[in-house]
């Protein structure tokens, strides 16, 4: 992508998870889940700049331990778009997008980054994401893997837990034969404006509905892109979890 491009990635890093306390500090192999998830987005075209978002010193230590940067954030906040936020605001350099990477995706492809990066050349892109075909039953009908449907021209026009669109008068074992579904990816970039801007706004009562943040942003008339990716990284939510990425440990 072109030089020009100023891009921030910002790893949100809370120590006090309910259901994995300590989790950026979990080793995995002979790394940290933070160290790893750094590396990786290191690694990434595009970027200019990584910074890890937390409110704990036990991870920031970490953080400079290995040589990353870290920036200490309130702890009031309830979502890593916000403290995404209050790290931009604190920047002295001015960049043209910001990238919010999930701090428990240890193994999170470069090029999935990359190609999110790619979609701020278009400069009227507000919010970026990535979304990925749906190619089983059990995906398709998992609540646990968000939906979304996308216009002509990528933008997402709704995002839902439950399987979208509705199929009428086709069983539901033959939807994927019959329409190409997506899964939402959980990685978002915004302008720097934009950020600001929908970190403002008041939860709406989709976002209450379904769960989803991104919801809010619709609700309120921002615009979604998308790029499809080919691409799932592996979130870690539980200490059970730890099972799934253990083919990928080197």
Not at 26 to 46: C, D, H, N, P, W
Not at 63 to 70: A, E, K, L, T
Not at 167 to 192: C, M, S
Request: negative net charge.
């Amino acid at each position: 992508m072109s030089d020009e491009k100023q891009i921030l990635a910002i790893i949100p890093a809370r120590y006090a998870s309910t259901r994995f306390p300590g989790k950026p500090l979990v080793k995995i192999g002979s790394k940290t889940m933070i160290q790893r998830v750094y590396e990786q987005v290191q690694q990434a075209s595009g970027i200019t700049k990584v910074i890890v978002a937390t409110d704990d010193s036990r991870i920031a230590k970490e953080v400079q331990n290995f040589g990353g940067n870290v920036a200490f954030t309130a702890e009031h906040h309830q979502s890593g778009t916000d403290r995404c936020a209050e790290v931009l605001q604190k920047q002295p350099e001015q960049f043209d997008a910001v990238i919010n990477v999930q701090g428990d995706e240890p193994f999170i492809n470069p090029q999935s980054i990359t190609d999110l990066c790619r979609l701020f050349e278009n400069e009227n892109v507000q919010i970026g994401t990535l979304i990925k075909k749906i190619t089983s039953e059990s995906e398709l009908f998992d609540p646990n893997k968000p939906k979304v449907i996308i216009d002509k021209e990528g933008k997402a026009l709704y995002f839902s837990r439950h399987t979208i669109p509705f199929l009428r008068n086709v069983a539901e074992k033959d939807w994927l034969a019959k329409h190409t579904f997506y899964q939402h990816i959980g990685i978002y970039g915004f302008t720097p404006e934009t950020l600001l801007s929908i970190t403002k706004l008041p939860v709406s009562s989709l976002e209450k509905a379904e769960a989803l943040e991104q919801l809010r942003w619709l609700e309120n008339g921002f615009s979604i892109h998308t790029k499809i990716t080919p691409f799932e990284s592996i979130g870690i939510d539980t200490p059970e979890d730890l099972e799934k990425i253990k083919p990928f440990i080197s």
